[in-house]
């Protein structure tokens, strides 16, 4: 089986512009994350999928491979598909978040493992909520699974809601999931669901995940016990270097 990691990298970030070239800990970000995909043995190939020249250009100067992109892809998805159509010999796609610079390669390898069965279409990571905080941060979409290990719904709220108790308690009732945001996708999969028009429940929540599951597909699902930083806002990249300082 082989495995294409992509590393989908925009520059006209509308929070942070300029996002995958910022510098953390004297590397760019979009170079830290190539440095941990490509410590992942699972994967036979890393690109950055981007249709900036100044991130292909500085991908290219550290000895990356980039690929540029059309300009008019919607999400990372639509710029996977685009690069995929260019490996023909690959199987498996996976949609490595450029905007996790300490992404760890056991979790690329446990969304990769999910494709050792052939029924596989999708697949994606979850990680048990283990705060309130978590539980209640609509940044931080939650999952719910099936007896499958299949993801039925993805929700910004905490589903399920436990009638009869405080929401302090929840956790205490039900075991939480929040979506950890890697992709796997099977390659005929990923060129299907590219082409399919944005859904009711996708525009509701804002998870392109959904429009998916409201088709028909099927998301395989792998726990995963590691924590992810994921840069959204410049707040984020300092509460980071103070994580990582201190």
Same mark, same amino acid.
């Given at each position: 089986?082989?495995?294409?990691?992509?590393?989908?990298?925009?520059?006209?970030?509308?929070?942070?512009?300029?996002?995958?070239?910022?510098?953390?800990?004297?590397?760019?970000?979009?170079?830290?994350?190539?440095?941990?995909? +490509? $410590?992942?043995?699972?994967?036979? @190939?890393?690109?950055? =999928?981007?249709?900036?020249?100044? %991130?292909?250009?500085?991908? *290219?100067?550290?000895?990356?491979?980039?690929?540029?992109?059309?300009?008019?892809?919607?999400?990372?998805?639509?710029?996977?598909?685009?690069?995929?159509?260019?490996?023909?010999?690959?199987?498996?796609?996976?949609?490595?978040?450029?905007?996790?610079?300490?992404?760890?390669?056991?979790?690329?390898?446990?969304?990769?493992?999910?494709?050792?069965?052939?029924?596989?279409?999708?697949?994606?990571?979850? +990680? $048990?909520?283990?705060?309130?905080? @978590?539980?209640?941060? =609509?940044?931080?979409?939650?999952? %719910?699974?099936?007896?499958? *290990?299949?993801?039925?719904?993805?929700?910004?709220?905490?589903?399920?809601?436990?009638?009869?108790?405080?929401?302090?308690?929840?956790?205490?009732?039900?075991?939480?999931?929040?979506?950890?945001?890697?992709?796997?996708?099977?390659?005929?999969?990923?060129?299907?669901?590219?082409?399919?028009?944005?859904?009711?429940?996708?525009?509701?929540?804002?998870?392109?995940?959904?429009?998916?599951?409201?088709?028909?597909?099927?998301?395989?699902?792998? @726990?995963?016990?590691?924590?992810?930083?994921?840069?959204?806002?410049?707040?984020?990249?300092?509460?980071?270097?103070?994580?990582?300082?201190?």
């Amino acid at each position: 089986m082989q495995v294409l990691g992509i590393i989908p990298a925009r520059y006209a970030s509308t929070r942070f512009p300029g996002k995958p070239l910022v510098d953390i800990g004297g590397k760019s970000m979009i170079q830290r994350v190539c440095e941990q995909a +490509k $410590k992942c043995r699972d994967l036979n @190939e890393v690109v950055v =999928a981007t249709d900036d020249d100044r %991130i292909f250009d500085h991908v *290219s100067g550290f000895g990356g491979l980039a690929i540029m992109t059309s300009s008019d892809h919607q999400s990372g998805t639509d710029r996977c598909a685009e690069v995929a159509l260019k490996y023909p010999d690959h199987q498996v796609i996976i949609n490595i978040q450029g905007d996790e610079p300490y992404i760890d390669p056991e979790q690329i390898s446990k969304v990769i493992s999910c494709f050792d069965s052939p029924d596989t279409q999708l697949a994606t990571l979850v +990680k $048990k909520v283990v705060s309130e905080q @978590e539980l209640f941060n =609509a940044n931080s979409p939650k999952v %719910i699974l099936n007896k499958n *290990s299949e993801a039925i719904y993805f929700s910004r709220s905490p589903l399920p809601h436990i009638r009869g108790q405080e929401q302090m308690n929840w956790l205490n009732h039900f075991t939480y999931f929040k979506h950890i945001g890697i992709y796997g996708y099977r390659a005929d999969i990923l060129q299907q669901i590219t082409k399919l028009p944005v859904s009711s429940l996708e525009k509701a929540e804002s998870l392109e995940q959904l429009r998916w599951i409201e088709n028909g597909y099927r998301i395989k699902v792998a @726990e995963t016990e590691l924590e992810t930083y994921a840069i959204d806002t410049p707040s984020d990249l300092d509460n980071l270097n103070q994580t990582t300082l201190s």
